[in-house]
């Protein structure tokens, strides 16, 4: 069965300092895989999405970027990160290339800028 | 936990009571629709799934009902139990594009 990680589950960090989070997709391959971020008391945002090693969409400008270089692993990353980054950050993978697949998502990581 | 929804609407059950959550999706063109349960500090986790195709599909404990007419969802939720008490939210989806638009979310209380 597939199973997707994100770490770190947590993680507290200071306006201006760099960013890494990383997700993982088991029991599957060339998933599309996705970040969210959830701000509290609003949906989902989606910030990136990847069909493919190396192919990343960006839908909303800031100062967030993503990566995926292998096939299962998508990482969320910033130079400087600013309070407005605070958040639950959620990653998601579906099986197709089609968007009415399911998007299945990883257990978040909660990242608070102080 | 995660503030997911401070200030989402709330339906309260009893436990043992059926539970209806509705959504109102927005586009005519979208054809898969999903319900997805999120409890405190977790991730979203599938519920049920249904395509336009469809206006009722079941699982276990849990119905989806699809209205097309009046772009409406439902998530009807049998014999209702404390673990049930979540956030549950739906998502649309439209053919061509890799984006879902999710629902706002409904909070569901189960009253001992």
């Known amino acids: 069965s597939q199973t997707i990680h994100q770490w770190p589950a947590t993680l507290v960090q200071p306006v201006g300092s760099p960013l890494s989070l990383e997700c993982t997709v088991e029991?599957?391959?060339?998933?599309?895989l996705y970040w969210y971020r959830q701000a509290a008391g609003r949906g989902l945002q989606l910030l990136f999405y990847?069909?493919?090693?190396?192919?990343i969409s960006s839908e909303v400008p800031q100062n967030l970027s993503a990566s995926r270089p292998q096939d299962r692993q998508f990482i969320l990353s910033s130079k400087k990160l600013l309070l407005s980054d605070s958040g639950f950050y959620l990653c998601?993978?579906?099986?197709?290339?089609?968007?009415?697949?399911?998007?299945?998502f990883g257990p978040g990581t909660r990242l608070t800028v102080l | 936990g995660e503030s997911v929804g401070l200030h989402l609407p709330t339906l309260s059950v009893q436990e043992g009571d059926n539970s209806i959550i509705n959504c109102a999706y927005s586009n005519s063109a979208s054809d898969y629709f999903i319900w997805y349960k999120q409890e405190s500090g977790k991730g979203p986790q599938f519920i049920i799934d249904?395509?336009?195709?469809?206006d009722k599909r079941q699982g276990q404990r849990v119905t989806v009902l699809l209205n097309k007419t009046v772009k409406h969802l439902s998530l009807q939720i049998a014999a209702t139990q404390p673990g049930d008490s979540a956030v549950y939210f739906c998502a649309e989806s439209r053919p061509g594009t890799y984006k879902y638009i999710f629902g706002t979310g409904t909070r569901l209380k189960v009253l001992a």
């Open positions: 029991g599957t391959s060339n998933p599309n």
């Open positions: 990847s069909v493919g090693i190396g192919q």
């Open positions: 998601a993978w579906s099986q197709d290339s089609l968007s009415t697949d399911t998007q299945y």
């Open positions: 249904i395509r336009s195709n469809m």
